[in-house]
């Protein structure tokens, strides 16, 4: 156990001589390249995730083409879920993100255990490799939402298809959550323990207060999402009854289970499910703070407030589960508690935004493509955030649950947001780690063509929503009231091609730019942090030579009297503009 | 060329989220030692057992609740598992025993320490394979009521993580054969002994938890 | 460290991007005053649902304060801050004072609204008047069963035992007052004026009895019953809706409600017994 665990002072860059082809790129255990193949993979998962929010898209705009039937419908919303939650967005925060920058943020040589590091990546593989293999098994994958209800998920006889679409979702998951355990544990452990000299908590870049309480997060929710999963594989296969009734009657026949609980599965799946969405927007908060500071050339406003309300969502975020189950039947004293537990959210909420306000204010702004999405992404979680407030406050729900109005305000808040946050980060962290700066001019259309789409695709859906439509239905002309929503589909539909499309030029732009991108030096942005410190890209173990020891906290910009206006965590005693030798004293 | 030591935290202004650091210069951690107190590796095994705590906190809550519910049979532990649970408390006794040895330098007696510590392991897992064929033969299996589903399942995850233990005890048995343990440099058997004492006590909470509650 | 060009590429880029977030700003407001024109809450029936959209109106305008003060906030930063030479960035980075104002500012807000929402939860929510009219509703994919008890006002006895799938409540066929039960499948008649109190369940798995226009939603859920009641206010033709996605035919659960006088109420009824 011991014998895995990095010592810092005794390994050295030199201790690492050249590697093999297989144990370089593919058995690494270099945290940069496990990250980089996370990074890779997930980008790849949100293609297909992608694909399947396009299939939908025509289908819901146009319904009569017959691209989808209602079955591969579900199918199709079903995967889209599950791919951009846990294959996408959850592993390119943790692995991808977390992985490339946490060492490198905080004077580390890799993670605290690097050998489990490789073991975490080799454990998401096979989760990939099932969840695709599951869209060629007969009865296709699995249709029943990303949250999976039992008992429809539980009963294949509920369910259309062979069924073994949704077992295989479940293994898939399976993976997944004990991948991203390995990762967390990591994670936390080496931000508690690997930090360089100097380094003390109070000096940690936001970006890496982000991951580390959604290490803690991961590492609390995961195991109860695991136990749940655990039971509704029994149900399906070994016939055991924990999410079914006694006396249901499926599909014309009796059903043999013997009585369990259906809420019981919303309970474990949102004690989960609520951490799970905070794990998706930490880290971006923390990476869009570092972004905002750099590109405004100011240090962020109230650091201490920023790091306290990181905290306090993550805390809350165990406490308000049942705001997903206003309506599951839930005694309303339960709903009356998550209610309170739920709006105080807001208030930390707040808080970062305005902060993140006050950080633009008086800076001097370089519109950057990073700095445009870090800017973006303010916007969005505005926007979702109050969506928000009409779902927290549950007889409000009552109405709007499951309509679009969910649909929009989760895809503002969490889904867009996050995607914003590490669309930033890739533009930011780039250089860094391919030595090439990404094209700026097929940025900012990048930018502003998925800005537009975003606000096109999703904004819409909050007045369908408000207009009763509920999510995952197939066809809507069924229902009178809903017989003049055709155009708003046609917008939305057309608004998400767009945004579709406008990844096109992200995907260029990153392939050109790793082979004939501008070479960045070691600090392109002449940012702070301990990452720009290094060599680009760093060498196995980070540094050459001895770790860098930090004087002060990553957000020293415009300092008044120095010569430049960043001074790196490194900098122990501050060069002065030679006019203003004045002011302070020198040591 | 002039130069300026900006003070940072003035006044502690970051106390209060953490910051260890003391003076301009901040420095929190000598070179070589780590900022916790806590080694590395504990650490590690301290964040698995938080996670395997929620999971059996999961596993704990769906079982009351269920308990809760109309159609609950309850049946008497098979007798086996009372010796068990003895196999298993003289098993985390060995393995302190065998701490102990290593603390004074005495590598062979760790290494019998361990070897007796994973053979009860093994003995135990081996008993619970015995308290289910037990109820096997009382009619009991994984699908006949609540509460024997329960019990098959929290008995099959906990052997599981204890198997784990057996791992992780093979690998402090190699390490000490390859010599790497020393009076003062042991860290790995203290952090296996970590686990494995976690692991019996989360038995004797199941145990518990499963027939006296 | 930057020359001219930059700082003008930087001040247009500043200039695009905050009418790309006063763009967003005018056309979220717009778009929405649009929408309360075409696709706003659908036509409110019931008495319990006024508080509702009472509250819902109250946060758009509260949420929409916000919305607009923030992404003006935001669009005049980037208009008037972009990087220039010779000049460098204000240091300042903690004021008590504004940090406690959005403190403490959110959270008072956020504190009324929860406590607003809390009285009319508590109200929806409150024991069911003892004149209610009550119906067993049950829902099975792909569609939702109403059991309405006999002129007499009474339900037949019913045990799990009996549930098959010709008979989803589990009517105990021995017992007469069963044969003047009434069911119905996806027909729900509500009296106009008189509470009525719901008991859902399910057979198979988890659907939602979603009545949009008497502002009620609740998950049918196999093995347990759950009560909600609400007052129908206006007489008129609605939708039912299942809004807990149920299997390929979920898009197909749907069904009709019909709000009537006591007297055309009584009559229908009375038709429908065997």
Redesign the interface.
């Known amino acids: 156990m011991d014998a895995v665990a990095v010592r810092q002072p005794e390994m050295a860059p030199e201790l690492h001589p050249r590697e093999s082809f297989i144990r370089h790129y593919i058995f690494s255990i270099d945290h940069k390249m496990i990250g980089k193949q996370y990074f890779l993979t997930t980008m790849f998962m949100a293609l297909v995730g992608g694909a399947m929010a396009m299939l939908m898209r025509t289908h819901l705009a146009w319904p009569d083409n017959g691209v989808l039937n209602p079955e591969q419908y579900l199918q199709a919303v079903t995967m889209h879920g599950t791919i951009m939650i846990f294959f996408f967005l959850t592993v390119m925060l943790t692995g991808g993100l977390g992985n490339l920058l946490i060492p490198l943020m905080i004077g580390a040589r890799d993670m605290a255990f690097p050998f489990l590091n490789m073991i975490s990546y080799w454990t998401f593989v096979p989760g990939v490799i099932t969840i695709l293999l599951s869209y060629f098994v007969p009865g296709g994958p699995a249709g029943n939402g990303w949250t999976a209800y039992a008992p429809l998920s539980a009963i294949p006889a509920a369910e259309g298809g062979a069924g073994l679409g949704q077992t295989l979702w479940i293994i898939a998951i399976l993976f997944v959550v004990i991948s991203s355990l390995f990762g967390s544990l990591n994670f936390l452990t080496t931000v508690l323990n690997l930090r360089t000299q100097g380094m003390s908590m109070g000096r940690l870049p936001l970006t890496i207060w982000g991951a580390f309480v959604t290490a803690v997060l991961a590492l609390l929710s995961f195991p109860v999402l695991m136990a749940a999963l655990g039971l509704l594989l029994l149900d399906r296969l070994a016939g055991t009854s924990f999410f079914e009734a006694a006396n249901l009657i499926v599909g014309g026949a009796a059903s043999p289970h013997q009585g369990g609980d259906a809420l019981l599965w919303q309970h474990l799946f949102w004690f989960f499910g609520h951490p799970e969405v905070y794990i998706l927007i930490l880290t971006p908060m923390g990476v869009v703070s570092d972004i905002i500071s750099t590109f405004s050339r100011k240090p962020i406003f109230g650091y201490k407030a920023m790091v306290l309300s990181l905290s306090a969502i993550g805390f809350l975020s165990f406490l308000v589960w049942g705001h997903h189950m206003f309506v599951s039947g839930m005694h309303p004293l339960l709903g009356a508690a998550f209610m309170g537990s739920t709006i105080i959210i807001a208030v930390p909420s707040a808080i970062k935004t305005f902060n993140w306000c006050t950080t633009l204010w008086h800076g001097r702004i370089h519109f950057t493509t990073a700095m445009l999405f870090a800017i973006g992404f303010v916007s969005v979680f505005v926007t979702g955030g109050l969506s928000g407030i009409f779902l927290a406050i549950a007889p409000v729900d009552l109405y709007l649950h499951d309509t679009y109005f969910i649909v929009a305000h989760f895809h503002f808040v969490m889904a867009s947001a996050s995607l914003f946050a590490i669309l930033a980060g890739t533009y930011y962290w780039f250089p860094k780690f391919f030595g090439r700066t990404m094209n700026e001019t097929l940025g900012k259309i990048h930018f502003a063509l998925t800005f537009l789409g975003i606000y096109g695709t999703f904004y819409p859906m909050h007045f369908i929503g408000i207009h009763s439509n509920d999510r995952r239905l197939y066809q809507t002309t069924a229902y009178p009231f809903l017989s003049h929503a055709g155009p708003v589909d046609v917008f939305v539909s057309l608004s998400a091609f767009l945004l579709g499309f406008a990844q096109l030029f992200f995907i260029v732009n990153f392939l050109w730019s790793l082979k004939y991108g501008p070479v960045a030096g070691d600090n392109p942005w002449h940012a702070n942090g301990l990452e720009w410190t290094t060599t680009t890209p760093p060498p196995h173990g980070n540094w050459e030579g001895a770790l860098p020891t930090v004087y002060r906290w990553p957000y020293d910009y415009s300092v008044p009297g120095a010569q430049n206006d960043y001074v790196p965590q490194t900098v122990q005693a501050i060069p002065l503009a030679a006019a203003a030798g004045a002011a302070g004293g020198g040591t | 060329m002039p130069t300026l030591v900006l003070e940072r935290h003035r006044g502690g202004s970051l106390r209060g989220v953490g910051g260890r650091g003391r003076g301009p210069s901040g420095g929190d951690a000598a070179p070589g030692r780590e900022p916790t107190p806590v080694g590395t590796g504990l650490l590690g095994v301290a964040a698995f057992l938080a996670a395997v705590t929620m999971l059996f906190l999961a596993f704990t809550s769906a079982y009351l609740a269920r308990r809760q519910e109309a159609g609950w049979f309850a049946f008497t532990p098979p007798s086996v598992l009372w010796i068990n649970t003895a196999v298993l408390l003289v098993s985390s006794g060995t393995l302190d025993w065998a701490r102990r040895r290593i603390r004074v330098g005495d590598a062979a007696g760790l290494r019998q320490g361990v070897e007796l510590t994973a053979a009860l392991g093994l003995l135990f897992l081996l008993g619970q394979l015995v308290a289910w064929r037990q109820l096997a033969a009382r009619g009991l299996f994984l699908r006949t009521n609540p509460h024997s589903s329960f019990f098959y399942v929290l008995t099959a995850v906990h052997g599981a993580h204890l198997l784990g233990g057996v791992v992780a005890l093979a690998i402090v048995l190699l390490h000490s054969w390859q010599g790497r343990y020393a009076a003062q440099a042991h860290a790995g058997v203290t952090n296996c002994a970590a686990y494995w004492h976690f692991m019996d006590l989360l038995w004797l909470y199941l145990f518990v938890l499963l027939f006296w509650v | 460290?930057e020359e001219t060009g930059r700082t003008k590429d930087?001040r247009r880029?500043?200039r695009w991007?905050s009418v790309?977030?006063m763009f967003?700003l005018v056309?979220?407001v717009l778009?929405?005053v649009w929408?309360a024109k075409?696709?706003?809450?659908?036509p409110l029936a019931s008495i319990q649902g006024a508080?509702?959209d009472e509250?819902?109106n109250i946060?758009?305008v509260?949420?929409a304060i916000?919305?607009v003060a923030?992404?003006l906030?935001?669009g005049i930063?980037?208009w008037r801050?972009?990087?220039?030479q010779g000049?460098?960035?204000?240091?300042?980075?903690?004021?008590l004072g504004?940090?406690l104002t959005?403190?403490v500012v959110?959270?008072i807000g956020?504190?009324i609204?929860?406590i607003?929402?809390?009285v009319?939860?508590?109200k929806?929510?409150s024991a069911p008047p003892a004149n209610a009219q009550q119906v067993d509703v049950v829902g099975?994919?792909f569609e939702w069963q109403f059991r309405y008890p006999g002129p007499d006002g009474k339900f037949g006895r019913s045990a799990?035992?009996f549930?098959?799938?010709g008979n989803?409540f589990?009517m105990d066929p021995s017992d007469p007052e069963n044969k003047q039960n009434v069911v119905t499948i996806n027909d729900l008649h509500l009296v106009v004026n008189r509470p009525v109190l719901l008991h859902i369940t399910a057979?198979?798995?988890?659907h939602?009895l979603?009545l949009?226009n008497f502002?009620?939603?609740?998950?049918a859920?196999?093995?347990?019953v759950?009560d909600i009641w609400f007052t129908p206010d206006k007489p008129g033709a609605y939708?039912i809706?299942?809004?807990?996605?149920?299997?390929?035919?979920?898009?197909?659960m749907?069904g009709n409600i019909t709000v009537q006088s006591q007297g055309a109420f009584d009559q229908w009824l009375q038709s429908q017994i065997k």
């Open positions: 460290m930087e880029a500043g991007a790309l977030i967003t056309a979220g778009s929405f929408s075409s696709y706003w809450l659908l508080s509702i509250l819902f946060i758009l509260l949420t916000a919305f923030v992404h906030f935001i930063a980037l801050f972009p990087a220039r000049t460098k960035a204000a240091h300042w980075h903690e004021h504004a940090e959005w403190t959110p959270a956020i504190i609204l929860g607003a929402g809390e009319v939860w508590a929806v929510y099975r994919q799990p035992k549930v098959t799938s989803p589990g057979i198979d798995v988890i939602s979603s949009p502002r009620m939603k609740q998950d859920v196999p093995g347990r759950v939708q809706v299942c809004a807990q996605l149920c299997g390929v035919g979920h898009y197909t749907r």
